[in-house]
């Protein structure tokens, strides 16, 4: 079996930092992904963990933990844009990514 | 735009109908992914396809069938629909396979069946 668990929502205020966990139990493993998507939009790709250990693009950041089988996605000084849902996602084999149910993000001013 | 274009955006169509979604990729890439995502849910891997063949499967019904032609456009099929199918189908493409480089998702066709 295979399973991808994410807090269904999270909310926040501007400028706050926000963690967004998944915990991830597949056959297989190739990597964690985080994807963002905007309400009625396409999903578009944030970051990508292969190895242990913390990723940075700008105010995101992931982190993947191979051993617990657990990664995060965190967001630093937010914005109002930055509401939206999250979804990790890993690749279960070269062919294959497999995603979470999605955390819904809202930023309050 | 994303480079992925996806058509039609919209379809309403009724039950026990056939449609067909069009996919063409970000140009170099020969990876096409189908997925599936229902009202407020996650995405549903569908089927992938590299280069003109198909590389994997996940929970695609036999209802439902896709290919990917030589100028590497890919058609996903449904037919026989029910209501169920309603949905956000996103195609999305990739370079390559065996490392995770990042798809770029198309702005998905929505389907409706009444």
């Known amino acids: 079996g295979q399973s991808l668990e994410q807090p269904s929502e999270v909310t926040a205020v501007e400028g706050a930092i926000v963690q967004i966990n998944c915990t991830y139990q597949?056959?297989?493993?190739?990597?964690l992904s985080w994807y963002q998507q905007h309400d009625g939009g396409a999903p578009t790709f944030l970051s990508y963990?292969?190895?242990?250990g913390l990723e940075e693009t700008g105010r995101f950041s992931s982190f993947l933990s191979r051993s617990d089988s657990y990664g995060y996605l965190l967001l630093q000084e937010l914005q109002m844009k930055d509401s939206a849902s999250y979804f990790c996602?890993?690749?279960?084999?070269?062919?294959?990514?497999?995603f979470g149910t999605g955390t819904r993000l809202q930023v309050f001013p | 735009d994303s480079g992925v274009t996806q058509t039609p955006k919209h379809l309403i169509t009724a039950t026990g109908q056939r449609v067909t979604l069009r996919c063409s990729p970000r140009?170099?890439?020969?990876?096409v992914y189908w997925y599936q995502q229902s009202l407020d849910q996650g995405l549903q891997f569908l089927i992938h396809?590299?280069?003109?063949?198909?590389?994997a499967k996940g929970n695609i019904l036999e209802r439902f069938s896709a290919q990917q032609f030589p100028d590497l456009h890919s058609e996903l099929n449904l037919s026989s629909l029910e209501l169920g199918d309603s949905a956000l189908y996103f195609c999305?493409?990739?370079?390559?396979?065996?490392?995770?480089?990042?798809?770029?998702f198309g702005s998905g066709t929505r389907l409706t069946v009444v």
């Open positions: 999305a493409s990739s370079l390559r396979v065996g490392r995770d480089y990042g798809y770029t």
């Open positions: 597949t056959s297989g493993f190739y990597g």
């Open positions: 963990n292969a190895l242990d």
């Open positions: 996602a890993v690749g279960q084999n070269t062919d294959k990514l497999i």
């Open positions: 140009s170099g890439d020969l990876s």
């Open positions: 396809y590299y280069n003109g063949e198909e590389r």
